[in-house]
């Protein structure tokens, strides 16, 4: 099993729509949790951190759930920028050095 | 404010060529460093982490190696290049906080 597992689509949706990823976990002792955006031959870029408490930061809301180890990012009122992969990023704490797994990407094209 | 450079942006290399790569931050100090790889429909794959000068960990067994002769200095290099080394390699720093950030990679094509 993959410590960080993301469907990576593609998934195609409208201007305007909202769309939920999902990203699963599998080392129940991660503690810090992102997701980062990547456009197409750039490096990732961080898009918000995912809270205990679920955070929002405009469009985007992210969520964490540690019972069921998994975080999810949902986006609304999808616009054309949107465009991009979605990346999970968990990071757990080894020794003096923390530990940061990304998943794979999920992509993402928002289409007028 | 903090910044990091990575060079070159693209390259293109024929098998058996050696590899130089360089990252370099600016704005903080005793920053812990990373190189990654990204193929092509895969995630990220951590190559080395340095949490200081001379002191690097390898994540993976392989045809690369990595220094870091300064504090804000990091070194992707190889001897002989595989086919197999093509990717994307992303250089990224962290301060204690965890909040990763990246260069702007280097697209590596081993012909």
């Known amino acids: 099993r993959k410590e960080v597992e993301q469907d990576p689509g593609p998934f195609n949706v409208p201007e305007g729509a909202t769309v939920a990823f999902n990203c699963t976990y599998s080392?129940?002792?991660?503690?810090?949790f992102f997701w980062y955006r990547q456009d197409c031959r750039k490096e990732p870029k961080l898009l918000m951190s995912?809270?205990?408490s679920g955070n929002e930061d405009g469009r985007f809301t992210a969520q964490l759930n540690r019972a069921s180890q998994y975080i999810s990012l949902l986006i609304r009122d999808s616009k054309l920028s949107d465009s991009a992969t979605y990346l999970c990023?968990?990071?757990?704490?080894?020794?003096?050095?923390?530990?940061?797994?990304f998943g794979a990407g999920t992509r993402l094209t928002v289409k007028p | 404010s903090q910044t990091i450079h990575q060079w070159p942006a693209t390259l293109v290399q024929p098998v058996g060529s050696p590899l130089s790569l360089e990252c370099t931050v600016e704005?903080?100090?005793?920053?812990?460093l990373y190189w990654y790889r990204q193929a092509a429909g895969r995630g990220l794959q951590l190559l080395f982490y340095?949490?200081?000068?001379?002191?690097i960990s390898s994540e993976v067994p392989q045809n690369l190696s990595a220094s870091r002769p300064q504090d804000r200095q990091f070194i992707l290099s190889s001897k002989k290049l595989l086919l197999s080394d093509s990717g994307f390699y992303l250089c990224?720093?962290?301060?204690?906080?965890?909040?990763?950030?990246f260069g702007s990679g280097t697209r590596l094509t081993v012909v």
């Open positions: 990224a720093w962290s301060p204690q906080d965890s909040r990763y950030t």
């Open positions: 704005g903080t100090s005793n920053p812990n």
């Open positions: 340095s949490v200081g000068i001379g002191q």
């Open positions: 990023v968990v990071i757990f704490v080894l020794c003096n050095n923390n530990d940061m797994r």
């Open positions: 995912v809270y205990s």
């Open positions: 080392n129940s002792a991660s503690q810090s």
